[in-house]
Structures are given as structure tokens and as C-alpha cells.
């Protein structure tokens, strides 16, 4: 059965870190493309960040680009997103997600090129 499961959210002050982990099993994650995407309350999924299957090549949206990291260790089967001078604004349920496909760039940032989801981590950023 194929499965991601997300972790390492939590309550954070602004200008804090976290590193958020998506972890596979059931599948190799390094034959997908891995895309991060957070949903707001009151707010359509918005994509954050995507990785490619193929060259590893990254893409963030503008509102996290230069905060947030994205990176893959094909060895523990797990994407990591390194998320830094974080903001109030970056509070969401945060979502992994694996494209069996080519999804890259842009069109990576879009939740329909995704066909596998996890249940999402809580990220809270507040005084």
C-alpha cells in the first residue's frame, strides 16, 4: 500500500525553524516527483514547493522562496522541507504529495499533477 506520512510540524515563533519530513513506504520515492503544499483555514491548498524524479531540480513558490528549503534522501525513502525565518502568514496544515509522473517547475505547484497524499502536520507560527 502506498503511503506518505508527514511529520515534524509543531508551534514555532516568528523568525523560527522547522524541518518538516515526508516519509514513503509502499513505493521508492526517488522515481516521483515530491511536491509540499499547505492549506490555510478558510483557504485553498497552495502549493509550496516541488522537487523533480528526474534531476532533482527544485522550484518554490514567491511567497517562500529564500526561506524554504526542499531536499530528498533517496536512502531513508524521505523529502524534507527545511523552513526558516518562518511567518505568521506560513501557518497551515502542511501536505506531502508524490507524482508518479514528470511534474516539475511550475506546473509542480499544481495539487492535480499529484496522484498520492498524505494526511498533512499542523504548522502553527505565533508569539
Known amino acids: 500500500q502506498l503511503q506518505l506520512v508527514e511529520s515534524g510540524g509543531g508551534l514555532v515563533q516568528p523568525g523560527g525553524s522547522l524541518r518538516l519530513s515526508c516519509a514513503a513506504s509502499g513505493f521508492t520515492l526517488d522515481y516521483y516527483a515530491i511536491g509540499w503544499f499547505r492549506q490555510a483555514p478558510g483557504k485553498e491548498r497552495e502549493g509550496v514547493s516541488c522537487?523533480?524524479?528526474?534531476?532533482?531540480?527544485?522550484y518554490y513558490a514567491d511567497s517562500v522562496k529564500g526561506r524554504f528549503t526542499i531536499s530528498r534522501d533517496n536512502a531513508k525513502n524521505t523529502v524534507y522541507l527545511q523552513m526558516n525565518s518562518l511567518k505568521p502568514e506560513d501557518t497551515a496544515v502542511y501536505y506531502c504529495a508524490a507524482d508518479g509522473g514528470h511534474t516539475n517547475g511550475a506546473r509542480g505547484l499544481l495539487p492535480w499533477e499529484y496522484d498520492y497524499w498524505g494526511q498533512g502536520t499542523q504548522v502553527t507560527v505565533s508569539s
Open positions: 522537487i523533480s524524479s528526474s534531476d532533482g531540480s527544485t
